[in-house]
Structures are given as structure tokens and as C-alpha cells.
């Protein structure tokens, strides 16, 4: 079974960028749709970006214009460009299949802080 394995996470000021990484093992992401989601604690994890196999992108209200999620099929690799950092993005961020999502893993956490 496909397994996503997600990186690139870590501690930022605000107003910095990081670039997740979400990598496929054990199979391809073809032209599944993949979102990139986020969680805190005591929230429900919610979808913050999603690309279509066709490379169509949707995003949260919060993030659009910030964010940008984009996929190299190359690589079988889903990334989320994340620009100008706020606090409120602090959360661990997943990467999972849209329409079919398999077991969530560990993802990677992202702390934006002064």
C-alpha cells in the first residue's frame, strides 16, 4: 500500500518560508488528488491545499495567496510552498489523498514564533 511520508516542517519568525514535502513510498501518486491538511491541538484537522491530477489547485481562504501546493510526478513528490508565515499557521501539517486517503502518518510539524 502507498504510504506519504511528510517533511520539511520546522521553527520560523513570522513572515518566513518553508517547503513541505510529501513523498509517495511503496506506490505513485499518478494523478491522484492530493491535499496538504493541518492540525491543532483540540481542533479537527482541517484541508488547507489540494492539487487535482490535472494540476487544478484549491486553498483554504486562510492560506490563498500565501501558499502554493504543486506536484512533481518525477519525483512522486506533492510540496506546499509556504510564504509569510503567520502564528496561526503553527500546527502539523499532513499530506494524504483526497478521494482515497490511506493511513494518515506522522506529519511534520511547523511552529511559526517570534
Known amino acids: 500500500q502507498v504510504q506519504l511520508v511528510e517533511s520539511g516542517g520546522g521553527l520560523v519568525q513570522p513572515g518566513d518560508s518553508l517547503r513541505l514535502s510529501c513523498a509517495a513510498s511503496?506506490?505513485?501518486?499518478?494523478?491522484?488528488?492530493v491535499g496538504w491538511y493541518r492540525q491543532v491541538p483540540g481542533k479537527l484537522r482541517e484541508l488547507v491545499a489540494r492539487i487535482a491530477g490535472d494540476g487544478m489547485t484549491n486553498y483554504a481562504d486562510s492560506v490563498k495567496g500565501r501558499f502554493t501546493i504543486s506536484r512533481d510526478s518525477a519525483k512522486n513528490t506533492v510540496y506546499l510552498q509556504m510564504d509569510s508565515l503567520k502564528f496561526e499557521d503553527t500546527a502539523v501539517y499532513y499530506c494524504?489523498?483526497?478521494?482515497?486517503?490511506?493511513?494518515w502518518g506522522q506529519g511534520t510539524q511547523v511552529t511559526v514564533s517570534s
Open positions: 511503496g506506490g505513485v501518486l499518478g494523478r491522484a488528488a
Open positions: 494524504n489523498f483526497f478521494w482515497r486517503p490511506v493511513g
